[in-house]
């Protein structure tokens, strides 16, 4: 992948100042940024399987927005959930949350909600 063209001149002669610094470090964030979403693009589009394609999709929402982890519920047209995705929590994490006496009824309550 290649890497984002470093700028020498930032809207004038600002390569010694703080605002050059700054410019500077926020071109390098958003380059970054960029690389690791067309990183997860290329993943995503390597394999048409839906459950990989819907695990790259989290994975790469985790890594651009610095979450820690995801879940995502897949439901049936009856609106009943289908399938749950994580990404992100060991397998211990998950068994910690299902053990949790609201844990399975968080996921059902969240299964319950459609985009309106």
Same mark, same amino acid.
């Given at each position: 992948?290649?890497? #984002?063209? +470093?700028? =020498? @001149? !930032?809207?004038?002669?600002?390569?010694?100042?703080? &605002?050059?610094?700054? /410019?500077? %470090?926020?071109?390098?964030?958003? #380059?970054? +940024?960029? =690389? @690791? !979403?067309?990183?997860?693009?290329?993943?995503?589009? &390597?394999?048409?399987? /839906?459950? %990989?394609?819907?695990?790259?999709?989290?994975?790469?929402?985790?890594? !651009?927005?610095?979450?820690?982890?995801?879940?995502?519920?897949?439901?049936?047209?009856?609106?009943?959930?289908?399938?749950?995705?994580?990404?992100?929590?060991?397998?211990?994490?998950?068994?910690?949350?299902?053990?949790?006496?609201?844990?399975?009824?968080?996921?059902?309550?969240?299964?319950?909600?459609?985009?309106?």
């Amino acid at each position: 992948m290649q890497a #984002c063209p +470093r700028a =020498s @001149r !930032l809207g004038g002669d600002v390569t010694n100042s703080v &605002e050059g610094d700054r /410019l500077r %470090t926020e071109n390098e964030t958003l #380059c970054a +940024r960029l =690389s @690791r !979403l067309t990183a997860a693009i290329l993943r995503i589009s &390597e394999d048409l399987e /839906l459950d %990989t394609v819907l695990q790259e999709v989290m994975d790469g929402a985790r890594s !651009l927005t610095g979450a820690r982890y995801a879940v995502l519920i897949v439901n049936e047209e009856e609106n009943k959930p289908r399938d749950l995705m994580i990404s992100g929590l060991t397998d211990q994490e998950i068994e910690r949350a299902f053990a949790y006496p609201l844990g399975t009824e968080a996921f059902r309550h969240s299964a319950g909600y459609r985009n309106r």
